[in-house]
């Protein structure tokens, strides 16, 4: 019998390339999350992959004998019960290496729209740019630069070394808190000439919190950042979170927002997934992307080779 794989929330076009050589059928239609066992029963898919949107729980997995492999495009696998999965002998596979440069890239764009009021400057020029040209200049002239910034990052693993390597290129100040990295070497790739290595070792969360002029949080998942860990940030933080919804507290940064504490926020993940709450979303201190973080062509096709290559080591091994 032929081999199936759903990819319900896609796969790059070199991915599913890979896995047609290989015999194995590749069907892209989205399935409803209702749909999702009816669907796999009826076509025999031997394996499935997910983004963040599908959710794969234990009722899918004790309903869906046939499944051999689980394949998450991307780092994070809450929206999968791993544990449970790999029990019944499915296997469960994601790319965590894949998207690591491109979200430390959009947490990047996220701290420059912030310093450099580029969000607001880019909604009033087309509707005042021609009348009130030097009144903008004026109002946006007081940005701020990265280089001598201290960058905290929280989370200092793939994606946060990756922005760490982008803040020491940029000039900055890496300081870096993960309570299971002690110290991580980041080389620095320079045009033409080989990598600068820079050892960055860990410090405790509360003197990054302390201490940091940018956080940047690069968890799984949790509530790490809540109203007290708020309190003990520098006046005039900006906060970004390319994580996990929930990880920074968003009642808590709301009321940051509000006292000054927090200065700007940059946030590409959100608590209610697909339905964010509009009190963020409307803010003038918040910039808000809609879980971009690992959308770039480079990203999808690095994914989806991945993702073929478990796949296929999975499902064609015997």
């Known amino acids: 019998m032929k081999l199936k794989v759903l990819a319900n929330d896609g796969i790059d076009e070199a ?3 890979l896995l047609e050589r290989a015999g194995i059928e ?8 209702e749909d999702l066992i009816d669907a796999i029963n009826k076509e025999g898919y031997a394996g499935l992959t997910v983004r963040s949107a599908t959710q794969v729980r234990k009722v899918l997995i004790d309903a869906c004998p046939g499944l051999k492999v689980i394949a998450r495009g991307g780092v994070g696998m809450d929206n999968i019960d791993v544990v449970y999965a790999e029990e019944k002998g499915i296997k469960v596979i994601n790319t965590p290496a894949a998207s690591s440069n491109s979200v430390a890239e959009l947490v990047l764009a996220h ?5 450099r009021f580029m969000k607001e400057a880019a909604i009033s020029m087309p509707s005042t740019g021609s009348t009130e040209f030097n009144a903008l200049k004026k109002k946006f002239s ?3 630069e990265l280089r001598g910034k201290s960058l905290g990052i929280i989370g200092f693993g793939r994606i946060g070394q990756s ?8 000039g900055m100040k890496v300081i870096a808190s993960d309570p299971y990295i002690s110290e991580a070497e980041i080389e620095v790739d320079v045009y033409q000439k080989s990598p600068i290595k820079v050892k960055i070792n860990t410090i405790p969360m509360d003197e990054l919190l302390e201490t940091s002029d940018i956080i940047s949080v690069h968890v799984p998942g949790g509530k790490l950042i809540g109203e007290a860990e708020i309190k003990k940030m520098k006046k005039g933080v900006f906060l970004v979170n390319a994580s996990r919804g929930g990880v920074i507290h968003e009642a808590a940064l709301l009321k940051g ?5 927090v200065a700007m926020a940059g946030l590409d993940v959100f608590e209610n997934e697909p339905t964010p709450n509009p009190a963020l979303l409307s803010h003038p201190r918040i910039i808000a992307t809609p879980h971009i973080g690992a959308s770039t062509a480079e990203a999808q096709e690095r994914i989806g080779i ?3 290559e478990k796949i296929i080591a999975v499902l064609k091994r015997d």
């Open 142 to 144: 007081s940005g701020l």
């Open 257 to 261: 927002l509000e006292n000054g504490t």
């Open 15 to 17: 991915g599913k390339t």
């Open 163 to 170: 922005l760490g390597r982008i803040g020491l290129g940029c």
């Open 306 to 308: 991945e993702l073929a």
């Open 111 to 115: 701290i420059i729209t912030m310093f």
């Open 26 to 33: 590749v069907h892209t239609q989205k399935v409803k999350q």
